[in-house]
Every structure is written in C-alpha cells, then in structure tokens.
C-alpha cells in the first residue's frame, strides 16, 4: 500500500481497523478456488462411476459450504467494510475541513475555489475508493492471497504445468503492468487538474456575469469551460485506451495459458496427469492464478489512479502538520 | 440618447424606483449622487439592460431590447470583474482588436507600464485569483476593458471606490479623456468627481432630482 495512504489511515485513526477488515477478508477467494477445484474434481469423477447417490451427497456438501462461505462474506464482512468506508469517507471530509479552517487568508488564497472543492469532493471519493472500492486494494491484497495460494496448490500437483502456466503469464503481466499502471496516474492526475480548473469557472461566471454580458464574453467564457471540459475528457480517454489495452493482454495470455495447459496434459495423461478430472482440476487452479492477476493487475491501475486523489488529499493534511 | 419613462422596478420585493423617468441627450455627462442603497446602481444596470424594468421603458439609442441595449453601452463598476483569463482576453472579451487600438487603451488606462514589467506582458494569466491584483490594477484593466469596447454609452458605477487617491485621480483623469465624446453616467458618493459635468442629479427615496441653476433641488421630469 502507498506510504501516503497509510499516514492518512493512521491520521484518521483507522489504520487498524482496516488491517482487521483486511484479515477478515483475505482468505475468502482462496477458499472459493478451493471449492470450485475440488467440486469439478470430485463431480467428474463420480460422473464417470455413474454414482448417483454419492453425487447427491456431494452436492449437497458442496452448497452447505458455498452457503457458509457466501453468507459469511455477504453479511460479516459486508457490515465491517460498508462501516469502515462510511467512516473513511466522514473522517477524512471533516478532517480536511478543519485543516483548512486552520489556514489563514493567504494560504487559503493560494489555491482556487475549484481547486479546494475538487479536493473536498472527488479527491476524498478517490482517496476512499483507493481502499475501499470492491476492485481496488482490498481485492487486490484478496487476489494476490489467491495467487500465491493457488500457485503452491498448482506446483504440488504438476510442477511442469505449473510453469508453462507461470512462462506465459508473466511476460503479458508485465507488459500489462509497464504500459498501463505507471502511464494512468498521469492521465488521471492531469484530469483532476483539468475538473479543478473547470469547476474554478463557476465563481467567475456567477460573479462577473454583468461583465461577460456587457462585454458579450459569454463566447470566450465557453470557450474555456469546454477547454477545461474536454481536457479532463481526453486525460481520461487515455487513461481508458490503456485500460482497454491491459484487458486485452490479459485476455490473450489468458487462452493461450489455457491452450497449452490443456495440449500438454493431454501428453501427459495417464502419466503425470491422472485422468480428465485432474486436469480440470488443474486448469481450475490455473484460471485462479489468471484470474487473481487480471485483479491484481486491475486494481493497481485504479489504485495508482485514484493515488492522484490521495496525492492531492495528503498535501492539505500536511500542511496542518507543517 | 437614454430615455427612462415611468419605470417601476422592484428587487427581491422591495420597490426601487416607481415611475422614473430620465432624459440624457447624446454627448452629456450626467453625474448621480446620493445615498448608498438609493438605487443609483440599480439605475445604472437598468440602463444598461441588466435588468429589466417591471413597468415603463428604457431607451438607449432608440433600442428598447435589453440584449440589443447592453451591446450599445460600456460598465465599469465598484468591482473590476475580471475572469480568470489574460490581461489581453479580459480587456477583449475574446473579440478581435487591432494591436494599435488594444495598445491605445491600455495607455489610456494607465496600464502599460505595468503590463511591461510583466514577463508575459499582456498575454500574463491572471488565473482565477484575479483578485490578487491590486486594486487599481484589476480597476484599470476593468476599465481598458470598458474603453476597448468603445460604446457611445460609458455608465460609471463608483469606479474609483476601491482606489487610493493617486490611483484615483490617474483613472478619473483617463476617463474623462475617453468619455470626451461619448454620452457618460457616473455614480459617485464624491461630487468633486463631476466637475465639468452637465448636469448632476440626486437620486432620493426612489426619485431623481436635478440640481438648477442657484443648486437648488428640483424634480427631474422629462
């Protein structure tokens, strides 16, 4: 996690809450991938025995598990995260209030009236989002338990498969997290600029509304409101296309992981692979794997954006600690 | 020439004016005075089609549509106004002047030394903190502003207020050289500001009265 994230929870005092929630929280996708690689496993191969009745009784441990496993993440760690989030949100707004409140006139005067509500607003949602938005750090911690759980779980039961797996996923991961993840808070940092310019119109136009009419400045007014406007657009465009473009490296490495996995086990049946089912098995822990990078890989690239937020947050709290 | 005619007018409920009624022909200078809140601003944005009456007509030119009025006037008002732009688009409103004539104002304004110590001369930002100017600096640009437009109508609304005396009399001096040949109504706490004005009116109790000849007050009517 951002260094400058962390001094903000523990400015806030909630820095250990969110170690709780974080706890709370981790172990959940590995689980899943645990029951849904055993569930496919264990259902094939009572398929192929044609056991009805041992079918029966397995599903019916499965759905008990899911149940407890959903409900658990559906209702206890729900409350804590929707707690925490509100919190957040409360403590850091006020918090910023009041340092800016303990400013005098000048310092005030340093920064623009769109400046200061962009930073009230959307930086603090960003700030909050960092952490608490379902894609963003929380899942990304979850998905990288998941990863390395996996992994282990997929070397134990074929070492080989395990690293054709890891051969072709972590050229597109990087590929993936050089272009996109240092290129998007850029983008998104300029945008928040280009919000905050945008937003500053709105004094002037109210305010100065007698001069823009007599001096017919209305053309030259809008002029720059839609600069401003399509400047947080074409930031935010840029930082879309790479989004895209990460999302279709992930995809492609994606099935071509898959491809392989399943040429080379099929060489491998009846020898290092047991069966059909194992292979499934196998494959199951390896869309794990996948799946927890495109996670990993997508929410660092929203954390990195949403950092331009906390960036921004930071610099007026430590102003007040200067 | 303005013309007001029975105007009533009445702002956040309360009523200003109740048929006033002005005549200025054109090429006057005509100073108002009076009490603050008495309406003389109210006057001025009346006249200069910011607001609309709610009975009688205002006239400038002939013209009696507010948004056809504000095209024939110029405002410079107690606040400069300015925009978060350049030097040279808040003179210009982003309209296209020659170099000469923007020059030209600028000197007339007492701009220019000014603008020169600027890195960026007239193309400076002012950014949307315009009002880190100094006074007579964002004053003086609202006014280059004014005379850029060069509208045969100049309305003043107290433009030296937040000026020290030197500032003052520097502004006041240019524009009555740029008003010279234009029709002028300036708002004033400071009668000594209108020396060599045609005509100087008091505005009371929503009505306008006109200084005579021994400076005895009398009823403007038209």
Redesign the interface.
């Given at each position: 996690m951002d260094r400058r994230v962390v001094r903000i929870l523990k400015s806030l005092g909630l820095w250990k809450r969110f170690v709780v929630m974080l706890i709370l929280r981790s172990p959940f996708d590995f689980l899943n991938a645990v029951l849904g690689a055993n569930m496919l496993e264990r259902f094939l191969r009572i398929a192929q025995q044609q056991d009805a009745q041992n079918l029966q009784r397995n599903f019916w441990s499965f759905l008990l598990f899911t149940v407890l496993l959903f409900g658990y993440n559906a209702t206890i760690w729900a409350t804590v995260s929707v707690r925490a989030d509100m919190l957040f949100h409360e403590r850091l707004r006020t918090r910023l209030f009041e340092t800016m409140l303990s400013q005098t006139q000048q310092e005030m005067?340093e920064r623009?009236?769109?400046d200061w509500i962009t930073r009230l607003n959307s930086d603090v949602d960003k700030t909050a989002n960092y952490l608490t938005e379902p894609i963003n750090f929380m899942h990304r911690s979850i998905a990288i338990v998941n990863l390395v759980l996996s992994s282990v779980v997929l070397m134990i039961l074929n070492a080989k498969l395990y690293l054709a797996a890891i051969l072709v996923m972590i050229p597109f991961f990087f590929l993936g997290a050089v272009i996109v993840i240092r290129k998007i808070p850029t983008y998104r940092k300029k945008a928040q600029e280009a919000f905050a310019?945008y937003v500053?119109?709105m004094?002037?136009i109210v305010?100065?509304g007698?001069?823009?009419?007599?001096?017919?400045?209305g053309?030259?007014?809008l002029?720059?409101v839609e600069e401003a406007s399509k400047e947080i657009l074409r930031e935010n465009m840029r930082a879309h296309r790479l989004t895209a473009f990460s999302s279709l490296v992930n995809i492609f490495s994606g099935n071509l992981g898959y491809l392989l996995l399943l040429l080379m086990g099929n060489s491998m049946m009846g020898s290092e692979v047991r069966d059909f089912a194992q292979l499934s098995k196998i494959t199951q822990y390896r869309g794990e794997m996948m799946r927890s990078v495109m996670c990993v890989s997508n929410c660092q690239s929203r954390m990195k954006a949403n950092l331009s937020g906390a960036i921004r947050v930071e610099e007026v709290l430590g102003k007040k600690s200067q | 020439m303005i013309e007001l005619k029975n105007v009533a007018f009445t702002y956040q409920e309360k009523i200003v004016f109740q048929e006033l009624s002005l005549k200025v022909e054109k090429g006057q200078k005509v100073g108002i005075v009076g009490e603050s809140g008495c309406g003389k601003s109210t006057l001025l944005r009346l006249i200069a089609g910011l607001y609309r009456p709610a009975e009688g007509g205002v006239t400038v030119d002939g013209e009696n549509d507010p948004e056809k009025i504000s095209q024939k006037v110029s405002i410079v008002l107690q606040t400069p106004m300015l925009l978060p732009l350049t030097i040279r688009e808040n003179i210009t409103m982003g309209h296209a002047f020659s170099e000469e004539w923007i020059r030209q104002v600028c000197a007339a304004s007492n701009l220019t030394k000014w603008i020169e110590t600027l890195p960026n001369g007239i193309d400076t930002y002012l950014g949307d903190r315009a009002d880190e100017l100094s006074g007579g600096q964002a004053q003086r640009i609202a006014i280059a502003r004014a005379m850029c437009k060069n509208a045969q109508v100049l309305l003043l609304d107290e433009p030296t207020s937040a000026l020290d005396g030197e500032n003052a009399a520097a502004v006041l001096e240019a524009l009555d050289h740029f008003g010279e040949d234009k029709t002028v109504l300036h708002v004033t706490h400071r009668p000594e500001h209108l020396v060599g004005y045609d005509r100087i009116l008091r505005m009371e109790g929503g009505k306008l009265l006109e200084a005579n000849a021994s400076c005895a007050w009398r009823a403007v009517s038209l």
């Open positions: 005067e623009s009236a769109g310019t500053s119109w004094e002037p305010n100065a007698e001069a823009i009419r007599i001096f017919d400045g053309q030259i007014t002029q720059k | -």
